[in-house]
């Protein structure tokens, strides 16, 4: 299981690259968020919702009440071009990360 | 038995213990847990495990709410807050505003037709004021140009915006930082063009300057298209604007213009030596010919003037000043004081010990076009009046404040409505801003339209009330100020009149909006449209009993005996500067007349706008000199009977002009506290020198408007005055009696047009003033009346829309139709009644303020408060009347229907 303080830090990303993938609203995006991680991130579903609307008020993502018929109406949420290229950056910074980390495996224990 | 729905609602109340959520968030969450329990079931889970379950994935709500409460508290950006307020609105949000102005047209148009009123008011005001303040703004250093003037006190008090005619002079040999000083006289002349044989006229008179090159010192805006100001040193020469030079010679090549001769009032000749461009700017100073001031010297009325005599001030002589840089304006006032005494000393070589000393003061060119006391010159145009403006201002607010609480109460009775639709909005994730930003717009959408409508309405306000607004009033696009001032308005008004209806409506609570328990219908905003009817009603009152009293006062006036005959009396001035042996020929001329009943030839009627006053000095028992400032009229001895002036002591004048005999009025003696009858044969003395003795006390008579006390006054023996005032022999055939003395003038005066005006007509034009406020009272009170009464009628069948079920019920119950219309009628009227209480102490107060400007004026009785009560009441209730009855004569069985 996940700590939790790296689930936190990498949430803004799994949304933002969630919705790269096109529009979609809470419910089917914490669906996504668990399916990819294979139950190995335990999320409480409640949360997700700050998140979403902390990244909308950051300009990142933006929201629309979509009302289909005969269904519930549903806010979708769709990427930004802020939020495009907050992705980019957020995706280098974890790629940095990752680099840092096999560089250390890399090295050799000292007996 | 589980119940999913029960559980829901249970579990989505938890939500409503933290503000940190709003009706959108939540309502997204429970689409998502809905979501989930769905998903839950499908895959075999009972309802009850479903749940559990996914209330238990979702989480403790407590730390989301805690989450979303530092999402709040971020610092917000203008993006952010836009962002979020406009996130509800869709794109047709323009469309729902459109569609729900349509769907109640009544109610729009009674915002609409309110608003454009009042929008165009404010247009018109923006317009004049803007106009006004365009004058000669367009001198190089206009703040350095100043205009010297003359300022009395002591026994005469007031101003004169000239100086002696020495003054200019001196003021250039003495003064230091000041680079240029301009003596001008201003006059109004007509012109001839010689031709061949004959001469060209042009009757129209021209507004004429006498200047030389310093006038064109000071102001140096002046384009000279040929010539220098240097060429207007010497006599007997003219520079002439360009349009003029076209009119009179109908020459385009002005070059040719140069060199050719035209004679002003017939006799002075003066050679075209200059043209100068047409001023294009907004100017006072719209003169057209200038004519050189050394010509004076040699023009047939030249003993007119003085150049040597500082004791007579004439306001066509002014003088003009420009600071060099650096000076300061009250160095030039110290001089102008130190000046003003030396002037009294030296007009004091004779006669008695002077009574009114003279205080020469700087004015600033800016000042000119708003200084009603001093004016810009005779014959000017008149200055700006600042009271008709404010007064334009006021009135204008005051329509837009009415129209605005139209909106406002309109708004919020139909707040039940809306009420849904604020609720659906909630629900769907609306905020609290977007609901106002929504509300708002359709406020703007309404004004806008006002706004638009308001354009033609203002085109047609400035034609119809022309006699009152500047002539070059104009509306132009072009001009920036003016848009913005648009959109100013546009900006404004929405806010002003949606703000309030905006909070309140979205205030709602959605559970409570959604089951139509409006809150709108509540207590609190009853109470505030009550409110805002009784302002309405209490400035429409208010403004009724205002008109009244205007149009009262008027015809009080107008009617009132003055203490003179002025039926069938006509007047007629002829030139005061041609020879008098023309004016005994007139004379004959008219004793021909079988129309004419009497003739008297004097300085002026007996009532006349404007006053000729000079000091007398009675001297008492104890040879104590007692000067009084006194108004004079001078003329033959008719005076006293073709005007029906009383002899209350005392004889007429003898007619001999060496006898120095003259009549003076009751309040002369009252100021001297002699009775009349003790008046008879004392000796007093005008300020000139010259001796008289009474012969007669009049008895009082109204010799100027009412607007003013009966000042002491006094008549003195003159033949062949150049004021002719004839009694027509009788009223029945008037037209041909004017027809008799046109031709009688035409024969005298051949070049001249007659200007005949009736004695009674002199009078009524003392308050052509009042005149237009009691137009501009009653318009502005139809108006005011007129929306309020919209309003009203807005209101009432809210009402009635509203009561339909209860009104139903009375009917089926046994109500009469009488009944009903007076329980419908009953609050409005108790409304109106409320608002007189407001109105009359408003209308009293202004009362007594208009009427303080005359010092005689009518009682300002009950009665004209109770008839402007009442004439309200009727009208509302002739507007609510029409509600009432179409919802008392509805058949109940419609209204109770259950559909």
Known sequence: MIPKSLTAASTKLIILGILREGNSYGYLIIKKVKELSGGKMNYSDGMLYPVLHHLEKEGFIKSEWVMEDEQRPRKYYALTTQGKNELIAEREHWVNVHSVLEAIWQLSPKK | MFDLEKEIQQWLRSFHKHRAFDHGSVREMEQHLRDHIEDLIAKGNSADEAFKKATIEFGDIAPIANE?????????????????????????????????????????????????????????????????????????????????????????????????????????????????????????????????????????????????????????????????????????????????????????????????????????????????????????????????LSTLKTARWKDNYNFEEWGDINSAWQCFIRLSNGTAVSSIDELLKAMSKESDAKSDVK?????????????????????????????????????????????????????????????????????????????????????????????????????????????????????????????????????????????????????????????????????????????????????????????????????????????????????????????????????????????????????????????????????????????????????????????????VSLFGLKLVAGRNVTPVDSLGEILVNEAYCAKLNIAPIDMIGKDVKRGSGKKYVVAGVLKDFHHASLHSVIQPWFFEYESNYFLFSLKLANTTNTPDAIDQIKKAWSKIYPDMPPNISFLDDTVRKFYEAERRVAVLANTATALAIFISCLGLFGLASFTAIQRTKEIGIRKVLGASVNGIMALLSREFLLLIGLSFLFAVPIAWYAGRQWLSGFAYSMPLSVWIFLMAGALSIVIALLTVGFQAIKAAIRNPVESLRYE
């Open chain 2, 68 to 292: 979303e409460f530092t999402n709040l508290k971020r610092k917000k950006t203008l993006a952010t807050v836009v962002h979020s307020a406009t996130l509800p609105m869709n794109k047709f949000s323009f469309t729902i505003a459109m569609r729900n102005i349509l769907r109640r047209p009544l109610f729009s148009f009674i915002k609409i037709a309110g608003l454009s009123v009042g929008v165009s008011g404010c247009v018109i005001v923006f317009l004049m004021t803007s106009l006004e303040l365009s004058f000669d703004k367009f001198h190089p250093d206009g703040d350095k140009i100043h205009r010297v003037i003359s300022t009395f006190s002591g026994v005469w008090e007031g101003s004169n915006p000239a100086v002696p005619l020495p003054l200019p002079d001196a003021l250039r040999d003495r003064v230091h930082g000041v680079e240029a000083v301009s003596q001008m006289l201003t006059d109004n002349l007509n012109v001839e063009v010689p031709e061949g044989g004959s001469n060209k006229k042009f009757v129209k008179p021209n507004l004429t300057a006498y200047v030389d090159h310093h006038y064109f010192e000071v102001f140096q805006a002046y384009r000279w298209v040929i010539g220098t100001p240097k060429v207007l040193d010497a006599p007997n020469v003219v520079a002439i604007t360009e349009s003029k030079a076209k009119t009179y010679f109908g020459e385009t090549d002005l070059s040719k213009v140069i060199g050719k001769r035209l004679i002003y009032r017939d006799s002075l000749e003066a050679n075209v030596v200059g043209i100068i461009a047409d001023q294009r700017e907004r100017t006072d100073f719209n003169f057209t010919d200038f004519i050189s």
């Open chain 2, 351 to 639: 006669g008695p010990p002077r009574t009114t000393f003279t205080l020469f003061k700087t004015q600033p060119l800016g000042d000119i076009h708003f200084n009603n006391k001093l004016g810009t010159w005779d014959d000017g145009r008149p200055v700006a009046s600042l009271p008709m403006i404010e007064a334009l201002a006021a009135i204008a607010a005051l329509l837009l404040v009415i129209a605005v609480i139209n909106f406002v109460n309109l708004e919020t009775a139909q707040a039940l409505r809306r009420a849904r639709e604020v609720g659906l909005r909630k629900v769907m994730g609306g905020t609290r801003a977007g609901l106002l930003l929504h509300f708002i717009s359709e406020g703007f959408l309404i004004t806008s339209i006002a706004v638009l409508l308001s354009i033609p309405l203002s085109k047609l306000a400035i034609t119809a009330f022309s006699e009152f607004l500047p002539s070059e009033l104009t509306l132009s696009f072009s001009d920036v100020k003016f848009v913005l001032f648009l959109i100013g308005l546009l900006v404004i008004i929405p806010l002003l009149s949606g703000t309030y209806p905006a909070l309140a409506l979205s205030s709602f609570q959605p559970v409570d909006a959604l089951r139509m328990k409006g809150t709108m219908s509540g207590s609190s905003s009853a109470f505030l449209r009550k409110t805002l009817t009784v302002v309405q009603f209490s400035f429409s009152q208010a403004l009724i009993a205002a008109a009244l009293i205007v149009s009262l006062q008027i015809s009080w006036m107008i009617n009132k005996d003055l203490g003179f005959t002025r039926e069938a009396i006509v007047t007629m001035e002829t030139p005061y500067w041609d020879k008098v042996s023309k004016r005994v020929a007139f004379r004959h001329e008219l004793e021909q007349l079988s129309a004419v009943a009497a003739i008297n030839q004097s300085s002026r009627p007996p009532t006349f706008h404007g006053s000729n006053t000079t000091t007398l000095h009675y001297y008492n028992d104890k040879k104590e000199d007692l000067p009084t400032s006194v108004h004079f009229n001078a003329g033959d001895t008719s005076y």
